[in-house]
């Protein structure tokens, strides 16, 4: 299966002009994950997180490598 359109920076809880705060962008990467969980890829993760600072331009950038892992499907459920 393919995976699910991830969040844009305001959803991750990253917006524009907001303050650049390391928990924002650590918090940022379960929300990444999340959309792919519920696409029925169990197991994601963040494979690679560069973060680049500009103090000159006080700006933040940051570029997360994402591994959604297998597509999984349950099977049948039978209860006895």
Known sequence: ??????????ALGLPAGAPARARAVIDAEGRLLTPLRRAGFPFPSVANRDAAVDHE???????YTIDPGPF???????FT
Do not use: I, N, W
């Open 1 to 10: 299966s393919e995976a699910p359109p991830l969040p844009d920076r305001d």
């Open 57 to 63: 331009a006080k700006t933040l950038d940051v570029r």
């Open 72 to 78: 999984a499907r349950f099977g049948a459920a039978v």
